[in-house]
């Protein structure tokens, strides 16, 4: 390379940098083209949170700009072209004497005694925004581009940051229909709601079809595939939704693994427990199997953004996060397990968000089982209970059709994805979109939780709890079918095992 030459690469390289729209209209771009955050990352070479910063607060620089500039300007430029596609003309009335000249106003020009301008927009009688112009007695857009339901930020933002030469014809005004023809329609009863594409059934039918029918081999190829499909499904369940998922935020040390093969310091409080003694005489101990656990334990108070760091603060439920906390004595150990499970160490433990509301609901006047917690530091962001719950409906109802229509196929897939989706998104190799060790525990804690409250239902409904075990496994004296219902469901239970025990001493596993 010349010298010059080197001197020209250097005038390039602090050239001005391509022009973006706003975070928000580079966000409606992709939702607006069905992209997902991880087929534009692929396309661009970085990872999906990398999208997400470019759709939040951040801004990409050099190259990756001016590629990520380009694909934004090319979306822009596909929705305007269909936005400005001159609708098909409206046949004139047909006239007594074909000599007859056009009446004003209907010659193309926009111009005539039936076209006034408004000193004061009025709602477009076609699609309800303001317009300027008056139309055969009737409020309109001249220009159909501005009657179309196009974002007016995006097409603006856009064309500001992106300069394109667009040729814009100027149409001949619409003749208005009546009020009445042009209202939006109605809501229709009976309709099924909309919800997102079959990703799940598309998944095993193109599977199917690869193996050429082995189920065998299509099972084995959709668990391999399960954690994109997962983080895909999510994707098109968020389209549209609420509120954002921050998906690689700042995290404190106390959810870092300490050691390359350690743990964190959260304690999930898993239930390991089993009754010390058992009632005189010889007993039938049903082993309930809790379907679905993790499936269930999607619905929880997840934090939305960044955790933040308090102390000496009162539990807020509009948060949700970790805590330190020192639990309270726990005097039925006997009849049912410690809410926080078995832990030999005393002192303040790091609890989730689930654990910590279990304890204060025990405490409650409703049960009155134990002491308030003392809640020493919490780490936490403003929170809520649905935002995963499209998302666990979508993988609930695809189970629910596999179960009826004896479908191990999907049901073995769908396992897998609400499976691994909540095994992967701490600190693992096998999910690098979904980076919330918070919510991995969080699920966790709240699967833990809800088999206890199953615990607590059976003992107060006069059953002996035996055991309670992880997520799903809970062993019983009595008629539990008078307390649970029997199936596959999610909120249903099964037999996992069934057998006779003696009265005597109980050994902890």
Same mark, same amino acid.
């Given at each position: 390379m010349g010298d010059f030459d080197a001197i020209d690469s250097l005038l390039a390289a602090v050239g001005p940098e391509a022009a973006l729209p706003t975070p928000e209209v580079r966000r409606e771009l992709r939702e607006q083209a069905r992209l997902s955050k991880a087929q534009v990352a692929r396309a661009l070479g970085v990872s999906p949170s990398t999208v997400a910063g470019w759709e939040g607060t951040r801004d990409p620089s050099g190259e990756i700009r001016t590629r990520y500039a380009y694909l934004l300007d090319g979306l822009a430029a596909k929705f305007q072209a269909e936005a400005l596609a001159e609708p098909e003309p409206v046949p004139e009335p047909e006239k007594a004497d074909a000599g007859v000249a056009p009446e004003p106003g209907q010659d193309g020009s926009g111009e005539g005694d039936d076209v006034e301008s408004l000193a004061v927009p009025e709602p477009c009688v076609l699609c309800g925004r303001p317009a300027g112009s008056r139309v055969a007695g009737f409020a309109q857009h001249l220009d159909p581009a501005d009657c179309r339901a196009v974002t007016p930020a995006v097409s603006q933002a856009v064309t500001q940051a992106v300069p394109r030469a667009v040729t814009r014809t100027v149409p001949r005004p619409v003749t208005a229909p009546t009020p009445k023809a042009a209202a939006a329609p109605a809501r229709r009863a009976f309709q099924a709601p909309s919800g997102p594409v079959d990703l799940i059934g598309e998944a095993v039918r193109a599977a199917l079809a690869e193996n050429e029918g082995d189920v065998d081999a299509a099972t084995a190829?959709?668990?391999?595939?399960?954690?994109?499909?997962?983080?895909?499904? %999510?994707?098109?369940?968020?389209?549209?939704?609420?509120?954002?998922?921050?998906?690689?935020?700042?995290?404190?040390?106390?959810?870092?693994?300490?050691?390359?093969?350690?743990?964190?310091?959260?304690?999930?409080?898993?239930?390991?427990?089993?009754?010390?003694?058992?009632?005189?005489?010889?007993?039938? #101990?049903?082993? %309930?199997?809790?379907?679905?656990?993790?499936?269930?334990?999607?619905?929880?108070?997840?934090?939305?953004?960044?955790?933040?760091?308090?102390?000496?603060?009162?539990?807020?439920?509009?948060?949700?996060?970790?805590?330190?906390?020192?639990?309270?004595?726990? @005097?039925?150990?006997? #009849?049912?397990?410690?809410?926080?499970?078995?832990?030999?160490?005393?002192?303040?433990?790091?609890?989730?968000?689930?654990?910590?509301?279990?304890?204060?609901?025990?405490?409650?006047?409703?049960?009155?089982?134990?002491?308030?917690? #003392?809640?020493? @530091?919490?780490?936490?962001?403003?929170?809520? &209970? /649905?935002?995963?719950?499209?998302?666990?409906?979508?993988?609930?109802?695809?189970?629910?059709?596999?179960?009826?229509?004896?479908?191990?196929?999907? %049901?073995?897939?769908?396992?897998?994805?609400?499976?691994?989706?909540?095994?992967?998104?701490? &600190?693992?190799?096998? /999910?690098?979109?979904?980076?919330?060790?918070?919510?991995?525990?969080?699920?966790?804690?709240?699967?833990?939780? /809800?088999?206890?409250?199953?615990? %607590?239902?059976?003992?107060? &409904?006069?059953?002996?709890?035996?055991?309670?075990?992880?997520?799903?496994?809970?062993?019983?004296?009595?008629?539990?079918?008078?307390?649970?219902? @029997?199936?596959?469901?999610?909120?249903?239970?099964?037999?996992?095992?069934?057998?006779?025990?003696?009265?005597?001493?109980?050994?902890?596993?």
């Open positions: 190829a959709l668990l391999k595939r399960a954690i994109p499909d997962a983080m895909r499904l %999510l994707d098109e369940t968020r389209k549209g939704a609420r509120y954002d998922i921050v998906a690689h935020p700042w995290i404190p040390d106390i959810l870092r693994k300490q050691t390359s093969r350690g743990a964190d310091q959260i304690w999930e409080a898993r239930p390991k427990w089993t009754r010390r003694q058992l009632p005189p005489g010889t007993h039938e #101990v049903t082993a %309930l199997d809790i379907n679905g656990a993790y499936l269930s334990a999607l619905k929880t108070h997840l934090p939305l953004g960044q955790l933040e760091h308090s102390a000496g603060l009162a539990h807020d439920r509009r948060r949700a996060g970790v805590h330190l906390i020192t639990p309270p004595a726990w @005097e039925h150990e006997d #009849v049912l397990p410690n809410p926080i499970g078995r832990r030999d160490e005393p002192g303040p433990l790091w609890v989730t968000e689930p654990t910590l509301r279990l304890l204060l609901r025990l405490s409650g006047p409703k049960h009155g089982l134990c002491e308030r917690p #003392v809640v020493h @530091e919490s780490y936490t962001s403003g929170a809520t &209970e /649905n935002l995963l719950e499209k998302f666990r409906v979508a993988l609930k109802d695809a189970r629910d059709a596999a179960i009826a229509a004896g479908d191990e196929v999907t %049901l073995e897939y769908v396992k897998a994805m609400y499976s691994k989706f909540v095994s992967t998104m701490g &600190e693992s190799n096998y /999910n690098r979109e979904l980076y919330r060790p918070d919510w991995m525990h969080i699920i966790r804690s709240q699967a833990f939780a /809800n088999l206890w409250m199953k615990a %607590l239902k059976a003992h107060d &409904e006069g059953l002996t709890v035996v055991r309670a075990m992880g997520t799903d496994e809970l062993h019983v004296i009595g008629d539990w079918r008078r307390v649970f219902a @029997e199936g596959r469901g999610v909120t249903e239970v099964k037999v996992k095992d069934a057998y006779a025990a003696d009265a005597g001493t109980g050994e902890e596993e």
